[in-house]
């Protein structure tokens, strides 16, 4: 089993909508967890970090943790075409490196 | 100018050469990393280095050596390219805080004939 999971899409989303991303991690010491957005062709950038259970949000994104199931989730309201691209879920555990997802592929058509 | 560069941006190479990707940064952080990544595959860790003088293997560091000359420059070579070694290569950067963010330079594609 992977350690982290991610639903390799394309989720595709009318333009509006909430796009919900979702991520299951194996390594159970892992205390920081991270979305990066990539564009095609392009290098990833961070977008979010969530540490605490709970919900944490910035703009139009919200991350959501849950370390008793090992799962993140990033939700992207109001989605824009321009939010269309690879979200790429990445905890840090105890090796204190990120380990990535293998990203989802978000489409948001007008 | 980026905080994070690597040379060269495309690159094009045979069976069996030598070739070396660069990477500096000038955000003045200890860590430094080295990812391939292939379609469908995500991003893999081939070598990181927490200083100067730590070097460590990733997941995926078979065909692969580094060297950090300095702070700010982390080079990775393939000693003798085969076509399984062509993706697209990342270097990134992090300051090792607990909520550390990691940098990416632009990449660099590598096709290997």
């Known amino acids: 089993q992977k350690e982290v999971e991610q639903n390799s899409g394309p989720l595709s989303v009318p333009e509006g909508a909430i796009a919900s991303l979702n991520c299951t991690y194996s390594?159970?010491?892992?205390?920081?967890f991270f979305w990066y957005r990539q564009y095609s062709g392009k290098s990833p950038e961070l977008i979010m970090s969530?540490?605490?259970?709970g919900d944490k949000e910035d703009g139009r994104f919200t991350a959501q943790l849950n370390k008793a199931s090992q799962y993140v989730s990033l939700l992207i309201r109001d989605s824009q075409p321009s939010d269309s691209a690879t979200y790429l879920c990445?905890?840090?555990?105890?090796?204190?490196?990120?380990?990535f997802g293998r990203g989802t592929s978000l489409i948001v058509h007008p | 100018d980026a905080d994070v560069t690597q040379t060269p941006r495309n690159r094009i190479t045979k069976t069996g050469k030598r070739i070396m990707l660069e990477c500096s940064q000038t955000k003045g952080h200890d860590r430094m990393y080295w990812y391939r990544q292939d379609p469908g595959l995500g991003l893999r860790l081939i070598y990181y280095s927490f200083d100067v003088k730590d070097i460590n293997k990733g997941e995926i560091s078979d065909g692969y050596s580094v060297s950090r000359q300095a702070q700010a420059k982390f080079s990775l070579s393939l000693e003798s390219a085969i076509p399984n070694q062509t993706a697209l290569y990342f270097c990134?950067?992090?300051?090792?805080?607990?909520?550390?963010?990691?940098?990416f330079g632009p990449g660099t594609r590598l096709l290997v004939l």
């Open positions: 969530i540490y605490s259970n």
């Open positions: 990134a950067t992090s300051d090792g805080s607990p909520q550390e963010t990691q940098y």
């Open positions: 990445a905890p840090r555990g105890g090796s204190y490196i990120p380990t």
């Open positions: 390594d159970r010491v892992s205390q920081s």
